[in-house]
C-alpha cells in the first residue's frame, strides 16, 4: 500500500534524525534475505550499536543531502538498506561483514546481503573500503594489541635480569657441589 505525504514526511524525519546522529553509515544491497535472517542481523546491530533501516531511494536521497552528504543511492542496483552506527564507527560494517561470510557458507544463501558502499566522517566510502573497513581489528582487540607492544620491552628486560639471576644460582649450585 503507497505512503501518503504525511507517512512519507515522518520517514524522511526519521532518516534525518538518524543521519544527525549516526558516526558512519553503511549502504548494503540485499536480496533473497528471510525474515529470520533478517532479524538476526538486526539484533546483531542494535547490540554493537548499529540500526538496520530500509526506506525508498528518494527519501534516502534527500535526508542525505539534508544532511549535506554527497551521494546518490539511486546509482545503487536493486534495493538498498542503511546500516548506521551509533557508537563505534566500524563495528557495523564487521558485523556486516561477518554476516556475510556466514551466508556465503550456506549455498543456499549466497549473496543475500552485499556492501554498496559507506559514509565515514562525510567522506564517501567505496565498496572496496568498506570492505577494508570490516576486516579491521575491532577497538578492544587494537587496544590489546598496544598494551602488548609496550609491554615487550619490559618483559624482555625483566627476562634478562631473570637470566643473570639463574646464572649466579648455577654458578653458586657448580662451586658448592665443588667443595
Known amino acids: 500500500m503507497p505512503k501518503n ?8 524525519r526519521d532518516l534525518n534524525e538518524r543521519i544527525k546522529k549516526s558516526k558512519s553509515l553503511v549502504f548494503a544491497g540485499f536480496n533473497a534475505f528471510g ?15 548499529g ?8 527519501l534516502m536521497n534527500l535526508a542525505l543531502k539534508e544532511n549535506n552528504l554527497d551521494i546518490n543511492v539511486k546509482d545503487f542496483d536493486g534495493k538498498v538498506a542503511v546500516i548506521f552506527s551509533y557508537e563505534d564507527e566500524v563495528a557495523p560494517a564487521k558485523i556486516l561483514g561477518n554476516f ?3 551466508k556465503d557458507k550456506d549455498k543456499d544463501k549466497a549473496g543475500c546481503i552485499f ?14 573500503e568498506v570492505e577494508a573497513l570490516s576486516e ?12 602488548g607492544s609496550i609491554n615487550a620491552p619490559i618483559s624482555g628486560f625483566v ?5 643473570n639471576l639463574r646464572g649466579l644460582v648455577t654458578v653458586l649450585k657448580a ?5
Open 51 to 58: 540500526e538496520y533501516y530500509v526506506a525508498k531511494k528518494t
Open 136 to 147: 579491521l581489528p575491532s577497538k578492544i582487540e587494537l587496544y590489546a594489541r598496544l598494551v
Open 5 to 12: 505525504k504525511i507517512q512519507k514526511g515522518e520517514i524522511f
Open 175 to 179: 662451586i658448592e657441589v665443588k667443595k
Open 100 to 102: 556475510c561470510k556466514e
Open 35 to 49: 525474515v529470520k535472517d533478517n532479524e538476526d542481523l538486526r539484533d546483531k546491530l542494535r547490540k554493537a550499536g
Open 159 to 163: 627476562g634478562v635480569l631473570a637470566g
Open 115 to 128: 556492501f554498496l558502499g559507506g559514509i565515514l566522517e562525510g567522506k564517501l566510502l567505496s565498496k572496496k
